[in-house]
């Protein structure tokens, strides 16, 4: 059965009001770098900073994998000191999450003695009266070195004791070769009208599409508007938990972060009176046994577990009906 409600547009109430929420998406990136950014690399945990000369003669510091000029890859590494001066820089007052220092610092344009080009780094001087361009710093190695810009902990106000020691444990190590960098970016979301009412829906157990008037099409999750008119879909209409397999995977292959063991089934389902399909997992059924059109299920889990996501629904399962004929989901393919 379908229930569709509209809301009134002159009065709003509070289930009528946007939901918006803290949105962090992360994720580690790991991938080979190369002999340029690996011997880059390899000199910080070294306590060394590695640039490139170019075609042009100039030492370019981080070293770019190709001349500006040439085109041609850049082999000519040359070593240059952990001092450097102050071409510009700028106040943090305050730092946020995942910055390299937690309290205020500066950011630096900072051309070490030897280089011909700046490099972008937190420079720990305490105030910024103490800061000004043309001042000189050096590098604070980090206690541990590992093969990353991080090698560079900060910078410090002054001339540093002179060495062209390196880290001889580090040195008798392999080149570094892979690098794994934490991808994350951080916002405040504000759902949609529609988008707020299939959530809300969601935390109650309920899955609520939305059209943009009766004999319309109904969209799950809804959109904002029909891509067909344009016009928006406010119409809320109360979907059943049952629907059709109309496509799917058999995945096979393991990932960094998979939490079910492969072999498992990902399918689109269309659920009855929706016209578009969503992605969505497929459980206890054997996946040489999964088909287009197979009836199934939504499997939830505890209402305390509950929120307002899709994830509320654990899984779909076969519901053991027969199968849909395809005249009901070809053009949902």
């Known amino acids: 059965m379908v ?41 910080l945990r070294d306590r060394r900073v590695v640039g ?3 075609s042009d003669g100039r030492v370019l510091v981080p070293p770019p994998e190709f001349d500006a000029v040439t085109h041609e890859p ?30 205020p610092f500066a950011w630096a344009f900072v051309q070490l003695d030897g280089a011909d080009s700046a490099i972008l780094h937190a420079v720990d001087a305490g105030s910024p009266e103490r800061m000004s361009t043309g001042m000189r710093v050096h590098i604070r190695w980090a206690e541990q070195t590992t093969g990353s810009i991080l090698d560079i902990a900060c910078f410090e106000p002054g001339e540093a004791e002179a ?35 299939y959530l809300r829906g969601l935390a109650e157990g309920k899955l609520i599409g939305g059209r943009t ?38 995945v096979n292959v393991p990932f960094l972060g ?19 399909a969503f ?24 209402q305390d577990q509950w929120g307002f996501t899709l994830e509320n629904i654990d899984h779909f399962r076969p519901s053991g009906e027969p199968d849909a004929e395809y005249d009901t989901y070809k053009n949902h393919l």
């Not at 879909?233 to 109309?246: C, H, M, N, S």
């Open 258 to 276: 998979q939490r079910i063991k492969p072999p498992y089934i990902a399918a689109y389902v269309l659920l009855d009176g929706a016209d578009i």
């Open 74 to 103: 850049l082999t000519d590494f040359v070593d240059v000191e952990s001092v450097g001066t102050v071409k510009t820089w700028t106040w943090a007052a305050e730092p946020i999450d995942g910055q390299p220092l937690e309290h």
């Open 213 to 250: 008037h009766q004999g319309a099409k109904v969209y799950i999750p809804p959109r904002g508007a029909s891509p067909t008119d344009g016009l928006p879909t406010r119409e809320q209409v109360e979907l059943p938990d049952k629907g059709t397999i109309t496509t799917f995977c058999i």
């Open 3 to 43: 229930n569709s409600t509209a809301p009134d547009v002159h009065h709003i109430d509070e289930r009528d009001k946007p939901l918006t929420a803290p949105l962090n998406v992360q994720f580690d990136y790991t991938r080979s770098v190369g002999p340029t950014i690996g011997g880059f690399l390899t000199g």
């Open 52 to 54: 490139v000369r170019g």
């Open 163 to 197: 060495s062209s020691e390196s880290d001889s444990a580090a040195a008798a190590s392999e080149p570094v070769t892979m690098i794994t960098t934490p991808v994350r970016l951080q916002f405040h979301h504000s759902a949609s009208y529609e988008e707020s009412f």
């Open 279 to 302: 992605l969505h997992l497929i459980l206890d059924c054997d996946p040489a046994e999964v088909r287009m059109g197979m009836r199934v299920e939504a499997v939830w889990k505890p």
